[in-house]
């Protein structure tokens, strides 16, 4: 039977719904180091009849990771993401999100006020609605807005050359930096970048950016006007 497209994410969505990261999926099945797992995730590699026999014992969907088919009718949630491709683009989205923390620290999760997905231009055109109410932009004020005028003008060459210059794949940067705020002035926020290739549309590898941010503690607001 051929192999449907996209099993690498179907079998991603398996294990962390199941068991929360990557770490934990491969203690249940015996897997010595999760790093094996990468080629899968991935897409680069189709699993075997070792490791397809421990997903099936581990109670996983064979048949919907491998060809997208399931063995039960699919109802509620799991049926509007499969039929709207808009629910399944985030879906997508939140998974790489979640693996980028799991890379981080596969303990706990990273508390943040508000997040964006910034495409290989570094323009905000994913998600960006947290981003605004952070910010306090009307729904879809941000949408197509490049990442670093929303930066101070004194600190967008150190942001430009510290973040997106030659950022291996999964790197995290964190940093505080001064952010242009609807209301005409700037707010200190500390935030973090996690750079990632991904696949694009047309199967070519491009960057992708996934940014989190959250105002300090008793931030004090930069009552400078903008120019």
């Not at 449907?4 to 990557?22: A, M, P, T, V």
């Not at 899968?40 to 060809?67: F, N, R, V």
């Not at 001064?178 to 199967?203: D, L, M, P, T």
Request: proline share 2%; with cysteine.
């Amino acid at each position: 039977m051929k192999i449907y497209k996209d099993f690498n994410y179907r079998l991603r969505e398996y294990i962390l719904k199941k068991h929360g990261s990557i770490s934990a999926f491969c203690r249940a099945i015996g897997i010595k180091y999760p790093a094996q797992m990468a080629p899968y995730l991935k897409g680069k590699s189709i699993p075997g009849k070792k490791l397809l026999e421990q997903l099936e014992k581990d109670g996983a969907d064979i048949d919907w990771i491998m060809h997208g088919k399931r063995n039960k009718v699919i109802s509620g949630l799991g049926t509007h993401l499969m039929t709207s491709s808009y629910k399944l683009e985030m879906e997508l989205i939140m998974r790489r999100l979640h693996l980028l923390y799991q890379q981080l620290d596969e303990t706990h999760s990273v508390p943040f006020d508000a997040y964006a997905v910034l495409n290989c231009n570094l323009v905000l055109d994913e998600f960006t609605s947290s981003f605004e109410k952070f910010l306090g932009y009307n729904n879809k004020g941000l949408w197509g807005t490049h990442f670093l005028d929303l930066i101070h003008p004194n600190e967008r060459a150190y942001v430009h050359n510290y973040v997106f210059i030659d950022t291996e794949e999964n790197a995290r940067c964190e940093l505080s930096s001064r952010f242009k705020h609807a209301n005409n002035h700037y707010i200190e926020v500390e935030w973090s970048a996690y750079g990632n290739n991904i696949i694009n549309k047309n199967r070519e590898e491009q960057k992708e950016y996934i940014i989190v941010a959250r105002k300090i503690d008793n931030t004090s607001i930069n009552q400078q006007s903008i120019n």
